[in-house]
């Protein structure tokens, strides 16, 4: 995703795509972090759960 946003903003700079590109690929990044930002967050509360439920925590 960093990648092509990276490309839609050199392809705008270059004239070669219109600045709606760049909003898009910047959503596409920013969907993308908050996705894997949930992820993590699910990760951490099954690991950490269990482990407080057998009193390990």
Do not use: F, W
């Amino acid at each position: 995703m960093q990648e092509t946003l990276a490309l839609s903003i050199a392809s705008y700079k270059d004239g070669q795509s219109p600045l709606l590109d760049v909003s898009g690929a910047q959503r596409s990044v920013a969907t993308a972090q908050a996705s894997l930002a949930r992820a993590v967050q699910q990760t951490a509360k099954d690991h950490v759960v269990p482990n407080l439920a057998r009193g390990c925590g």
